[in-house]
Structure formats: C-alpha cells, structure tokens
C-alpha cells in the first residue's frame, strides 16, 4: 500500500504539492490523472524518496522509502525512461542495477525476456527508440519483483501492440496482489486499464473513485433515431435549455434524461426508432473536474494560482 498523509511541498514560491491525502490500495491498478503541473510527477518523486516534502510524508508500507532495508525489492518504479547512461548495454544497465540491491544475476535475463528486449540485450540503451527505453524501464521496476510498482506515463512511444501487452501486464501485477500506481495523461488508456482513479489539480486532491463511479456523476447525453429528426429538434428547443446535435445518423441530446427525451418526442408525436443513453466519458468527467485547475488556458494565458 501506498499512503500519502497532507503532503505539502514548495519550490521557492511555488506550491507543487498542497496538503494531500490518498492512498493507493493492493490488488486494483490505480491511475493517477492530473492537468500538466497538477503535482502529479513531484509527489512520485517524494514517494520514491527523490524529493523531500516541506510538510506531511509519503509512506510505503508504512515506511518511508528511506526506511526501507531492500528498496528494489519492495518498490519498482519507472519515471523517466532515458535517464539511463545512453553508453552501457541494456543487460549491463540491469546488472548494475542488480549487483548494487543484492538482486541475483539470473534475474536480469528474466526481466529482459519478460520485457520483450531479450534480443538487444547487448545494445547500447542510447541507439533505444523510447518504446524500447520503456520496455527497459519496465524491466528495471521488476528486477527486485517488488510488491509495489509506480509507473509515470509508461506506454510513451509504445504501439499498439506494446500498449496493450503493458495493460495486460498491470492486470496481472494486480492480480497478484500487488500495488500498481500509474500515472498518465491518456484518458481513454486509463479507462480501459484502471479500476480505482485519483484526479488531482494544483496540488490539491479532487476525487478518488472506480471509473464507473467517477463517470456517473458527470450526465452524460442521448441518442436518439426518430422518424422525423427536424421536428425533434423543434420539438426539444421548445421545451428550452436543452442541448441538442443532429446528423445523417441520429440526434445526440444532452441536459434531458432517455424518459424525458421519450415523452417530449411522444408529445410531438414523432417516432422514436432508438433511444439510447450515453454515459459521460472518464475525459468529460476529467475536463469537468480540472476545469479550474489547468495550468493554462484555451488562449494560453497562464491562470494565476
């Protein structure tokens, strides 16, 4: 488990990080989403022990990452894919890595075949495509087969082939009981791989909650196919303040529910050969929750904190 308790930290005038509170449970893959300059990379780096909080801590397993006798062996983590000396080989990068956390030799091998890059083994990590640096990456998390993994934006420069072996392998990490904490910025990924989101802005915590208890609170629209979709439309601007787009398919509406979208068509006497509600989608729900908290604006004029 992870357990971040009003974690506070400052850089000269700035707040990154501003009394923050959640914690990251075992056995659910959680995604940690967040506008640019949410806060979101400094408070992996106060988990991991790579910056100090000015106020509050950021505990693993009830310890801090300081305190911890075996890091490697308890926490993975992969935050910057090239920051890997670009001259040694990618076997030779893990060995290092392996020699200085008491970590067998034989389990290199494992995690570059796990990995996928058993086969540039001896290549130098700086002739690596960021897909590769990934890949390598991921390998490093694992070499201690920690219970605890932290990844910042791991399917950057990944195809399609290589995103979806990265989802199916935070589902088995998960189901092993272990605690996955994934940090990114693709909504549409993060819906299909996460079962528990924390969305933060500015530092501060916003919400925390499974995708689909996330999206219901956002309303989503309506399709509906009709036998005349002018007089639909007329229909549903008379009865005001209602939201409506029509095309060649069909008539998307928002601010009314499947039932009152029914009986105003029932009303008109025009009929409905489908009704269908549409939930929001985990990116609507993100834009409606960061709406006041994004770094900047559509005009790209810098909100002031």
């Known amino acids: ?126 002739s690596f495509s960021l897909g590769m640096s990934q890949r390598l990456g991921i390998a490093a998390a694992l070499l201690g087969d920690p219970e605890v993994l932290l990844f910042d934006e791991p399917v950057n420069g990944l195809d399609p082939e290589g995103i979806r072996w990265i989802r199916d392998f935070f589902r088995t990490l998960a189901n092993e009981g272990r605690t996955v904490f994934v940090s990114s910025h693709l909504m549409s990924e993060m819906a299909v791989t996460a079962d528990q989101i924390i969305v933060i802005g500015r530092g501060k915590f916003i919400t925390q909650g499974s995708i689909d208890t996330l999206t219901a609170t956002v309303k989503g629209t309506v399709f509906v196919r009709a036998s005349n979709h002018q007089q639909l439309l007329a229909a549903l601007t008379a009865h005001g303040g209602v939201t409506a787009d029509a095309n060649d398919d069909g008539v998307t509406i928002g601010s009314l529910t499947a039932e009152q979208v029914g009986q105003i068509a029932f009303d008109a006497g025009v009929v409905i050969y489908e009704l269908t509600p549409q939930r929001a989608s985990l990116e609507e729900v993100f834009m409606e929750l960061t709406s006041d908290a994004v770094e900047y604006g559509s005009s790209g004029v810098r909100h002031e904190s």
């Open 1 to 126: 488990m992870i357990k971040v308790e009003h974690l506070t930290k400052h850089y000269h005038n700035t707040i990154a990080v501003d009394d923050l509170d959640f914690e990251v449970r075992p056995g659910v893959v959680t995604g940690f989403l967040g506008p640019n300059g949410s806060g979101k990379s400094t408070t992996m780096r106060i988990i991991l022990g790579l910056d100090h909080p000015n106020k509050g801590r950021a505990t693993v397993k009830g310890k801090r990452y300081a305190e911890l006798r075996d890091p490697m062996q308890e926490v993975g983590a992969l935050l910057d894919a090239k920051a890997i000396h670009p001259g040694r080989s990618a076997r030779n990068h893990l060995r290092a890595l392996a020699a200085s956390n008491r970590i067998p030799y034989s389990r290199v091998d494992e995690v570059l075949e796990f990995a996928g890059i058993a086969s540039v083994a001896q290549k130098k990590v700086g």
